[in-house]
């Protein structure tokens, strides 16, 4: 890698640089709008590949072009990655700090280029702000990034790169005036600009790693969840039990189910439109989710009719917390038309095999509560039938 000249490495990690662009941009088309930062990532590589082009040209354009905007373009990008990521976490953007940042930077880095030429000064300028940005970037990443491989491949790109450019600038106050980035007599300028370019490329593909399981993560989500409240699907929910009671039977312990029913929600629909029902819908499927645990499962069976699975529930507790819900509704408003709920309950015996058993006694329960006037709780007998 190092017997290549500093321009050729230069030369070779704008290209890198583009092609990072081109699959980023094409992502960025393709992906959801909800896997944000993509835009950034894209546009950031492309403005290291214009940066590349100048740094590149060192000797044969003017050093205001070579050195004062290729660095500046090369701080641009690099904190556009970091921007990227940022909103690709949902976080507000610190745009305004680092462009001040920035600007603050750039006059003394063009003092030293063109006024007063010292290549050891605008080393220390170049690699203190890149130790500090890489540092930043590299601490949000391991924050704010699930624990996954993609997150640790970039984020120890990112560091390793902090790292190369701290040392560079404990070194920076040793350089002579004259030598720049292009003497070849001094090997730890190709191995600097070779440690800078291939760390970008490998933070690069890290971000496509991350954009990548996000994406997973997502169809995942929609495979097993309705799309309009969040909640289970038909299909999710009966793996769930069947999961929840082979665990039961393994502990020997029983697990409660909830058949929840909103009374009258025809009417809904048809008084106040199909949109004031999603809204209902919604709003309930939040409300029962605030008043579960974390083991407890919930989801949508079809039309109005939604499932709770209680591990570890015996059925006067699980009526409890039926109880809880009902009353919840009952008393929610939020702007929305005035709803209640009838919900059955039942519990698990040690011969259940699936969700259908289950249920079948569920909507027993669920009907006497609809029988008795709805907005009301049962539950079937404690012992088998």
């Not at 790109?157 to 450019?165: F, G, K, N, S």
């Not at 991350?210 to 409240?229: I, K, P, Q, Y």
């Amino acid at each position: 890698m190092f017997g290549l000249d500093v321009r050729s490495v230069i030369v070779i990690a704008g290209i890198m640089s583009l092609m990072m662009s081109a699959a980023l941009y094409f992502m960025k088309r393709n992906y959801p709008s909800s896997i944000e930062g993509l835009a950034e990532w894209a546009a950031a590589p492309a403005i290291l590949f214009v940066a590349a082009l100048l740094f590149g040209s060192r000797g044969r354009i003017p050093d205001s072009l070579s050195i004062v905007v290729a660095n500046l373009l090369l701080f641009s990008g690099t904190a556009l990655f970091y921007f990227g990521s940022q909103r690709f976490f949902g976080l507000r953007q610190s745009i305004r700090l680092w462009s001040g940042a920035i600007l603050c930077v750039m006059p003394p880095l063009a003092w030293f280029a063109v006024a007063a030429p010292h290549h050891g000064m605008r080393v220390t300028i170049t690699a203190g702000f890149m130790a500090v940005l890489s540092f930043t970037h590299a601490r949000l990443i391991l924050a704010r990034g699930p624990r996954t491989f993609s997150t640790y491949f970039t984020g120890g790109a990112l560091l390793a790169l902090a790292v190369a450019q701290t040392l560079r600038f404990a070194e920076s106050f040793q350089l002579p005036v004259s030598d720049g980035i292009f003497d070849n007599s001094s090997p730890g300028q190709g191995t600097y600009v070779s440690v800078y370019a291939f760390t970008i490329l490998i933070a690069t593909i890290g971000m496509i790693l991350m954009a990548t399981d996000r994406l997973r993560g997502e169809l995942e989500h929609l495979a097993t969840h309705d799309s309009l409240t969040g909640a289970l699907n038909r299909r999710a929910l009966i793996e769930a039990c069947a999961l929840e009671l082979a665990r039961c039977r393994r502990n020997q312990q029983v697990m409660s189910v909830l058949l929840l029913d909103l009374d009258h929600f025809k009417t809904v629909n048809d008084t106040h439109g199909h949109l004031v029902g999603d809204r209902v819908l919604v709003d309930f499927a939040e409300r029962v989710r605030s008043l579960l645990r974390l083991p407890d499962r919930f989801g949508r069976f079809g039309g109005e009719e939604f499932v709770v699975l209680l591990p570890e529930t015996p059925l006067d507790k699980a009526r409890v917390v039926a109880e809880r819900i009902r009353s919840d509704i009952e008393l929610a408003n939020g702007g929305l038309p005035k709803r209640t709920v009838s919900i059955g309950v039942t519990v698990s015996f040690p011969d259940d095999p699936d969700l259908d058993g289950l249920l079948t006694r569920a909507d027993e329960a669920l009907y006497r509560a609809k029988n008795g006037g709805r907005n009301s709780v049962e539950t079937v007998a404690l012992s088998a039938p």
